[in-house]
């Protein structure tokens, strides 16, 4: 499948994207420990400059669509005051992402990442890279783990899951069964390696739904529209809701006690650490600067303890505070409805299961696992377009009224002094 660049701006768009996904990649393998921290922020600088140049070599820019980039870009500065750069990439990403295909989105979500973990295992195959072993816990087995030269074997799991559902979402024609059993069947080759349980039940989760509204066709989106739009507006408002009250009853000794009964030890160990970052850090207007120390540091790092926060949405309120969160929130709830109302169903099934899938882990802005984030750019211009169309259709309709009737009282006059 060939990329087509329309004029500059889609190239530097493309590439910066590519950049980003290599930087978060590699980021999160041990080759961030051999490069210097000036790299990592030349790269960043790089990808905004690209950006910056795709978003002003476009059309006329309206006011209003100024004042909304200029709004979404000041809340994203808030984490900068915490020495946190994601957020403001990620909503420049977003915004320059305007009018660029999805299908193309994700075409180079999944090349980027199939080439950067290539290279990750290659130099962990050639000893360049310490291939980190854990011991997981996988139903009530102890197993080692190898993380082939990334920081944390999840991450393996994690990009796999991205891969498996980007096939789906990439498809213009119905799967068939026999590609849908592969995709079923490559997800546990790959879960008995990487071991993630999370990632293989996410991929079984669209796979289901996907059978669900495309080959069985129990559900019909083109139905019920009212509440399919309430319900892409209200799913993310509804798993931050669904965080909190988590969060508020993990208090309680008779939550703890239930997840126990279920053996839900993994669950219990995220809410405990919700509830732990709650009380160390407080929730801010403007977020905090929180310390996290994952297995490998605590492994492998000589950290005391381990100490994280998996949710994503308790993320984003605990570090880059309420206001963030709030704008957050509101542009997953755009996207959704964006999405719907532009009737792609497989996309709309795996933000769905996206959307969801933050509430116990940390993806809710992760534009290298959901190229869908960037469809933000479009969903917050669509109404602003689509209201200045109108408008430059009725002033043009009123102002060829004026000069049908100012001509007809011409030729009145004319037909009168005869």
Not at 105 to 123: D, N, P
Not at 410 to 418: F, K, P, Q, T
């Amino acid at each position: 499948m060939k990329i087509h660049y329309k004029g500059l701006g889609n190239l530097c768009f493309f590439l910066a994207y590519d950049l980003f996904i290599a930087l978060n990649v590699l980021q999160s393998s041990n080759v961030d420990f051999m490069v210097s921290s000036w790299i990592r922020y030349t790269v960043g600088l790089l990808i905004m400059f690209l950006l910056i140049v795709k978003i002003i070599s476009g059309k006329k820019i309206l006011l209003r669509t100024v004042v909304k980039w200029g709004g979404l870009i000041t809340i994203s500065l808030i984490p900068i005051l915490h020495s946190y750069s994601t957020p403001l990439l990620v909503m420049m990403l977003i915004l320059a992402c305007e009018n660029v295909p999805q299908e193309k989105i994700i075409l180079r979500m999944q090349i980027g990442l199939l080439v950067w973990s290539f290279v990750v295992f290659l130099l962990c195959y050639l000893g360049v890279l310490t291939n980190y072993v854990y011991a997981h816990n996988l139903n009530g087995v102890y197993i080692q783990v190898y993380a082939y030269g990334f920081k944390y074997y999840s991450t393996i799991g994690y990009i796999a899951m991205a891969e498996l559902m980007a096939y789906l979402m990439q498809r213009k024609k119905e799967c068939y069964w026999l590609e849908l059993a592969c995709i079923v069947l490559a997800d546990y080759l790959l879960y008995r390696i990487h071991t993630t349980t999370l990632a293989f039940y996410a991929v079984l989760l669209f796979v289901l739904a996907y059978i669900v509204t495309h080959k069985i066709k129990i559900f019909n989106f083109s139905k019920w529209k009212r509440f399919w739009t309430f319900i892409a507006i209200g799913i993310p408002w509804a798993a931050m809701g669904i965080t909190l009250i988590s969060v508020s009853l993990y208090r309680t000794s008779g939550m703890t006690q239930l997840l126990r009964v279920f053996n839900g030890n993994q669950l219990i160990a995220r809410l405990r650490f919700s509830s732990q970052a709650i009380d160390m850090y407080g929730i801010n207007l403007f977020g905090s600067q929180v310390e996290v120390y994952g297995q490998t540091a605590f492994i492998y790092g000589g950290a005391k303890s381990e100490f994280y926060i998996d949710s994503g949405y308790m993320y984003s309120l605990i570090v880059y505070g309420v206001v963030f969160t709030l704008m957050i929130l509101s542009l997953y709830s755009l996207i959704l409805k964006y999405i719907y109302l532009t009737q792609k169903d497989t996309l709309f099934l795996y933000m769905l299961i996206f959307t969801g899938i933050c509430i116990i882990n940390n993806f809710l802005l992760s534009a290298s696992y959901n190229p869908l984030l960037l469809i933000g750019g479009s969903a917050i211009l669509k109404n602003v377009k689509l209201k200045e169309r109108v408008k430059r259709r009725v002033r043009f309709i009123r102002n060829t009224n004026q000069y049908l009737h100012s001509r007809r009282t011409e030729i009145n006059a004319g037909v009168i002094n005869r």
